[in-house]
């Protein structure tokens, strides 16, 4: 049974490194830039849900959407002033600008908000008999799933299965697959590369507020660096399932969960770290793009 | 003697080090030198070295290293360990120095050497989330190595202090509390000498019969292969160069302080020394050098903002990037030069 | 192009950094600590609380201070900077840094150059030893860890016993160390041992499962808060509810903005400091960082607020003034601070060892209906 518990530790934990993880890949997918930003953009959604509902008290709905309002604009704004001036530029010149932006909101969130932790309310939660109730028990309370295990799972199908459809079925989801084949040749059939590219930013950044509102549900402190930790290992969660692909993001954010989780319950907490990292490394020498990614044969 | 332009660069990157060096040096003979600038003279030396030869793993072999603060730290505890472990053996300051340098490259060239294998058999992105991971594993490692020496000679151990030191032994890396009670040995000469060997072997390298088969792999492995070169071999060269260095800097580095962690050498640090490179210009030994010095001075620089400042940071590094890869600015710059060029042309002639 | 760019940035700094420092009628105070990045807490409540007490001090006429705070991220390179600026500025007395490893590497300097420092919050024993001229204010973690172990033996609280601490700090790892050491000998059982570390503080439920199954009825929590809210909203979640047991990093969990306080009930913590006693000192403390900082402030506030009447009172006394070099007032303060009994908002009748560990007892807390609540 404790087993079983660890395992949905690890799909709960998985399930929100999942969910930051699509994000990554869609604008990995479609830009060809590695958004080390993305984490930050989370935070602020985090931050934004926050001030909504505990301060403002509005109820969460209202909080989630004004949340991903805020990080839509904000997304956008961003590719406007930072990468859209780079698309020419190499790929590095515009991953160090990327980290140019994540220091700037870490460091505009410290003068905001300032350093002290806030604690997210609990959006997902029933009263019972005056008393919160997080979660359900099965087998007598020896099992306990709480509702954001469940929730950021049912988002994550939902906005995997609505990502894929999305891509393969309209025009815009073509467009971007057009671009992110060959941008030159996308833009001689007539599409908009710029356009195109400044969607891709703006779902990636409103998908990042929808995580930040998950990863703060699920570990309530709340700290203008709350999204750089679990963006890194979101990353590394799109890598192992495969850059670029969105059910391979799926796949890699729960295997990463999963496997944090049962080597901190059965080999060493001291050590999971590197633990995830041996994993992930052996994964890509067996399949060096990844589980999910696609193998580009190279042109000779 | 008629020099072409890659020694003329060379020998402009020399100059400009040593005149750097010797301008410092005379500045704080007599006294004027802040202790703020002071202070930052052997960090700023470990940042150059760093800098460049990340730029030899990023710029002349092409492959983007997120986990270079790994080496450095690797060479930053078994340099210190060392130089500890000698303070009686090797009474001289200056060639306990030398023995730490040494002993910290050597130390991460094996790290490089062990990591290489893997590393270089993967490509890009997939390549750099690897070194991102083995950084993270090395500062894992760290972050639970506790090492000791009694009489009875060197006592190491993973997780715990198992070590059972005899009385009078001294426990040198201890876990999460690093080493402490350093003492300073490293000093701005040192670094200077460290910055200049490691330019000398860099561009001997590069214009070597092997650093244009590096540079053929990063152009274009499968034609390089196909023209009889050994692809892994020379980028194995490179890697192990580029982390021995790395090592010989984290030594430089914790050198100057008087207790180092683990965790100073995470994957932000790689980051900011990538962050030099790219500011430097890829393959650009001599904007590496100056990048890593502008770059380290910066935020200090920026103080009297106060809360202020890290934002600053933030924004000047972004506009630098966007105004160096603005077309107009390159294009005025670059009619500038021909113009200066012409003009040096012209002199050159009348003379 | 970028080379234009970089080196008359590198030249612009160099001047930049060449001020120049003078003197006036105040006695320049500084100190670091991380005010940017993920410590940013604990250095802000420094010099948030620092800034009032020189404010109250100044206001009252005698002797003048002038505060300096720089930030050093948490870390020992930036704190060596921090401090080389603040030396430039013409600091005479420090405040040392505020994080344990940053003040390790500043108090190497500021023992070499002979200024004086007395840490608000920086409370490993390699801050203060073999170094004359390094004070604490607060207590060391040997004495947190081992107290904390004898307090639980002397109440009889539990008698198995889990442990939960940061591998990757030294402030945590400094009160395990000790805490293990102790408890064998006072009876206590540590039946579960289990870390975490910066890279995965968000789910604790492996650790929480394992104290659970071995059985623990008191779990010992070496840490910060912001650490500990999590662990105690998982632990109530998975329905398991031992004793917690906290040290003084576990004061500020009763403010943190929108913190379930019933989470927290029944939590022991050793702390030198109650943000809700009924001391006059403490009240008006605590109102005037709240009008002005909007916040309720930490033991770590506290620490700094004694740390600048610590020094108004030795100043006093070895009628320091501020025309008086650096290393002249470090020998004055030494010999005040060896010889002197301080009542501040931490602890009454402070006195200082030689070694410049300081003497106060821990006060054993516990939390009742969300508030702190004395139990000796």
Not at chain 1, 212 to 239: D, E, H, N, Q, R
């Amino acid at each position: 049974m404790s087993f079983l518990n660890f395992l949905i530790s690890g799909i709960s934990l998985g399930s929100i490194y999942a969910i930051i993880a699509l994000g990554y890949t869609m604008v990995y997918g479609i830009a060809k830039m590695l958004n080390f930003a993305h984490g930050d953009v989370i935070m602020v959604g985090a931050y934004v849900c926050f001030l909504a509902v505990s301060k403002s008290g509005l109820p969460p709905v209202v909080g989630i959407l004004a949340a991903v309002v805020v990080c839509t604009v904000l997304g956008m704004v961003i590719e406007k002033l930072a990468y859209k001036p780079l698309r020419q530029a190499t790929s590095l010149a515009v991953l160090i600008t990327a980290i140019g932006v994540s220091y700037f909101l870490q460091n505009a969130a410290l003068l905001l908000w300032t350093p002290n932790p806030k604690i997210f309310p609990a959006l997902f939660a029933r009263t019972v008999d005056g008393k919160k109730v997080t979660g359900f028990q099965l087998f007598d309370g020896q099992l306990r799933i709480s509702y954001v295990t469940v929730i950021t799972i049912i988002a994550c199908i939902i906005i995997m299965v609505v990502l894929t459809l999305f891509t393969s079925r309209t025009r815009t989801g073509k467009a971007m697959r057009a671009c992110s084949e060959d941008k030159g040749a996308a833009q001689l059939m007539g599409i908009n590369v710029d356009t195109t590219i400044s969607i891709t930013f703006a779902i990636g950044s409103g998908l990042a507020a929808i995580a930040g509102v998950l990863l703060c549900s699920a570990y309530p402190t709340l700290v203008p660096t709350t999204g750089s930790m679990p963006g890194i290992k979101a990353f590394t969660a799109a890598v192992f399932g495969g850059i670029g692909s969105i059910p391979g993001a799926f796949i890699g954010g729960l295997l990463l969960g999963v496997i944090e989780i049962l080597a901190k319950a059965y080999i060493s907490t001291q050590m999971s770290d590197a633990i995830v990292f041996l994993v992930l490394i052996i994964v890509l020498l067996v399949k060096p793009a990844g589980l999910l990614g696609k193998k580009i044969s190279e042109k000779v | 003697m008629r020099l072409n332009k890659t020694s003329k660069k060379n020998y402009l990157t020399y100059a400009i080090v040593i005149v750097a060096y010797v301008i410092m040096q005379i500045v704080a003979g007599g006294g004027h030198l802040s202790s703020s600038l002071k202070g930052m003279l052997v960090p700023i030396c470990a940042y150059v070295v760093m800098a460049v030869s990340l730029n030899l793993t990023v710029g002349i072999l092409g492959e983007l290293s997120l986990g270079h603060a790994g080496f450095m730290s690797v060479g930053a505890f078994m340099g210190t360990t060392a130089a500890i472990a000698l303070q009686n053996a090797i009474p001289s300051a200056p060639l306990r120095l030398t023995v730490a340098l040494i002993v910290g490259a050597v130390f991460a060239a094996i790290v490089g050497f062990l990591v290489g294998i893997p590393v270089l058999r993967l490509n890009g992105d997939y390549l750099a989330i690897v070194t991102l991971a083995f950084g993270e594993i090395i500062k894992s490692v760290f972050n639970n190595l506790y090492l000791g020496i009694d009489a009875n000679g060197i006592h190491m151990s993973l997780l715990e202090d198992k070590t059972n030191l005899l009385e009078g032994g001294k426990l040198i890396i201890a876990g999460p509390m690093g080493i402490g009670g350093i003492k300073k040995i490293a000093n701005f000469t040192a670094g200077f000498v460290l910055i200049m060997i490691c330019l000398v072997v860099i561009f001997h390298l590069v214009n070597s019969r092997q650093g244009r088969a590096i540079m053929a792999v990063r152009d274009n492995r499968i034609a390089a292969e196909s023209v009889g070169i050994n692809v892994t071999h020379y980028k194995m060269m490179a890697f192990v160069t580029s982390a021995a260095m790395a090592g010989a800097a984290g030594a430089l580095f914790a050198l100057n302080y008087s207790t180092i962690v683990a965790n100073k050498f995470d994957f932000n640090t790689s980051i900011l020394v990538l962050v030099f490179v790219v500011f430097g210009g890829l393959g650009n030994m001599l904007g590496s050098v100056i990048a890593a010095a502008a770059l380290t001075i910066l935020p200090e620089a920026l103080r009297s903002f106060a809360s202020y400042r890290m934002l600053i940071y933030a924004i000047v590094l972004i506009l630098v990037m966007l105004a160096t890869n603005n077309p107009t600015l390159k294009g005025f710059f670059a009619s500038l030069r021909g113009r200066f060029d012409k003009n040096s042309e012209k002199e050159a002639s009348a003379s | 192009m970028k080379k234009v760019f970089a080196f008359a940035l590198v030249l612009a700094m160099v001047f930049a950094l060449c001020a120049p420092a003078y003197a006036d009628g105040a006695i320049k105070i500084g100190g670091t600590g991380p005010l940017t990045g993920g410590a940013a807490i604990y250095g802000m409540a420094v010099k948030n609380a620092a800034e009032i007490a020189v404010e109250e001090i100044n206001a009252k006429g005698g002797i003048q201070f002038e505060l300096r705070f720089e930030d050093d991220t948490h870390d020992a390179e930036k704190a060596v900077n921090a401090y080389n600026t603040l030396k430039d500025w013409g600091m005479q007395i420090s405040t040392g840094s505020v994080t344990s490893k940053p003040c390790e590497a500043t108090s190497a300097e500021t023992y070499a150059d002979r200024i004086f420092a007395l840490t608000p919050s920086a409370s490993s024993v390699a801050t203060v030893t073999g170094k004359d001229n390094q004070f604490q204010m607060c207590f060391t973690d040997p004495n947190q860890g081992s107290a904390s172990a004898q307090y639980i033996a002397d109440k009889k609280l539990a008698s198995k016993v889990a442990v939960i601490w940061k591998n990757d700090d030294v402030y945590s790892k400094g009160i395990y160390e000790t805490f293990m050491a102790a408890a064998p000998g006072l009876g206590l059982e540590v039946v579960s041992d289990t870390t975490f570390n910066d890279g995965n503080a968000t789910d604790f439920s492996v650790q929480i499962a394992d104290a659970q199954s071995k059985g623990a009825e008191l779990v010992f929590l070496p840490m910060y808060y912001d650490a500990a809210s999590l662990i105690l909203t998982q632990a109530s979640a998975a329905g398991y509810a031992p004793i917690w047991f906290g040290v003084d990093g576990m004061d500020g969990i009763l403010s943190l903005e929108g913190f379930d306080t019933s989470l927290a009930e029944g939590v022991y913590l050793l702390t030198p400091f109650n943000a809700d006693s009924d001391d006059e000192a403490t009240k008006a403390f605590v109102a005037k960082y709240q009008e002005k900082f909007g916040e309720i402030p930490n033991q770590f506030a506290a620490d700094a607020y004694d740390v600048v009447y610590a020094y108004a009172q030795a100043c006093e006394a070895a009628g320091i003034t501020a025309d008086m070099s650096a290393e002249e007032i470090c020998d004055k303060m030494i010999e005040q601070f060896t010889s002197m009994t301080f009542n501040g908002l931490t602890g009454e009748g402070m006195t200082w060892a030689a070694d410049g560990t300081v003497t106060k007892s821990p006060k054993g807390m516990i939390i009742e209906n969300g508030a702190y609540v004395g139990i000796d």
